[in-house]
């Protein structure tokens, strides 16, 4: 049954990387039903993840939060720290989504310290990012630039070129709010 649950789960992932994401919240709730009869916390932890993910991508944020916050008691009890980490990054998504700029730093920052102190370098960089976003919006471009290079050199080791990318289009765009055109 575990297999099962499992495998539910990919199927959920595949439909919300579609974009499908009532179908994929059918798949996850049956895979969430299974673990619970298995008494499963870690899969259990990750179901409830993914159901927070869909409800975030239907812009339901009450909801989202709502199934954050289990699946991170969740991934604390079971030790499961990369759950951890990630769960803390999309809390903070949900916050600043909905103009809570300052509980998003808080959380963005957990998931930082999380990532940092356990090697998690994309959530690292991807959180770095978030919070030189959240500093944009608060008219500090110098911070923001500062977690934008931060991102990239963690990107740079990496070595994914989209990744880069994507990076260096952040500080392009943040030289060129604050008219360092240069340097845009």
Partial sequence: LILKAKTMGYIGLVFSNEGNMLRALEFYLEALKIDEKLQ???????????????????????KSLEYYFKALKLAEQTGYIQLQANTLGNIGIVYSDMGDKTNALDYFHRALDLADNNGFKELQANTLENIAGIYLGQKNPEKALERFQMALKIKEEGGSKRDIAISLNYLGATYLQIMKLTEA
């Fill in 40 to 62: 499963n916390n870690s899969g259990i932890a990750r179901h409830v993840g993914n159901i927070g993910i869909v409800y975030y991508e239907l812009k339901k944020y009450d």
